[in-house]
């Protein structure tokens, strides 16, 4: 799971996916494609949101995504196209690229559309993007 910061999109995803699937057969973790809150807690109102749902995210770490995910990961989702493009321009062969895949093409196929980033706005963006993850998340653990 990936996005800008690795503090609000993300860490919300890794989390509904985490309670979605079997730890013991998938591994989910999360990133951004920058580096700024290597090592910090997500936002309070991703940790929030999560709590109101049940989910606790407070164990997750900001990690920056690095061309080694490809070797780890089978699958690659991202929560808008900017973080499409910065993680494709990481990819260095087919087999990478086609591990990269929109998280809302779940949901809403071949509309290419965003997870709005709720870093700037109020509480209801977090919960909006909690809804559209948790949507995109149950299409994705049942089909692995």
């Known amino acids: 799971m990936v ?3 690795n503090i609000c999109r993300s860490p919300l ?3 509904l996916l985490k309670s979605k699937v079997d730890p013991s057969k ?3 973790q999360s990133a951004g494609t920058g580096g700024w809150h290597v090592g ?7 940790i929030e949101i999560a709590n109101k749902y049940g989910l606790d995210i407070t164990n997750q770490r900001g990690k920056q995504f690095s061309t080694y995910d490809f070797e780890i990961y089978d699958h690659i989702f991202v929560m808008d196209n900017s973080n499409y493009r910065d993680v494709m321009k990481l990819a260095t062969n087919p087999y990478e690229e086609q ?6 093409e779940e949901t ?5 559309r965003d997870v709005p980033d709720p870093y700037h706005g ?10 559209l993850l948790d ?3 149950e299409k994705i653990a049942a089909r692995l």
């Open 26 to 28: 998938v591994e989910v």
């Open 135 to 137: 949507a995109a998340c």
């Open 13 to 15: 995803a890794e989390g």
């Open 3 to 5: 996005c800008l910061g």
């Open 108 to 112: 809403h196929p071949g509309e290419k």
């Open 40 to 46: 910090e807690l997500p936002d309070p109102r991703s």
């Open 99 to 104: 591990k990269v895949h929109l998280i809302l």
């Open 122 to 131: 109020g509480d209801e963006g977090f919960e909006n993007v909690y809804q």
